[in-house]
């Protein structure tokens, strides 16, 4: 495994520092088979989180009262509350297609 050099931290709601090593492209894979790819910081977090550029710059609105995402293109539900690889306060999954490790 190679060892990176780390970047200007991150900073956790808190105010707590957060360590970085860059900023990588991946795929998620959502729980209704919808794959998106985004620019993701490599971070030192137990639980990874998806920011509102997320949501934004792939045109997703997050629907609190029911659990899901909708894509804003054609209303679709794009992610139910179903059990996947990281459980979220919000409700809703997320399955990882490429991991950080490589």
Known sequence: KRQRAPSAPLVA???TLIKTW??????LLLS??????????VADVTDPILGADF????RLAIDMSN???V?????NVVATG??????STSGLHIARIHSFDS
């Open 22 to 27: 860059g900023k990588r492209e991946s795929s």
């Open 32 to 41: 209704k088979g919808h794959a998106f790819t985004q620019e993701f910081h």
């Open 71 to 75: 894509s804003l293109d054609n209303l």
């Open 82 to 87: 179903v059990a996947s690889i990281y459980p």
């Open 67 to 69: 659990k899901r995402l």
């Open 13 to 15: 709601a808190n105010g």
């Open 55 to 58: 949501f934004a710059s792939n």
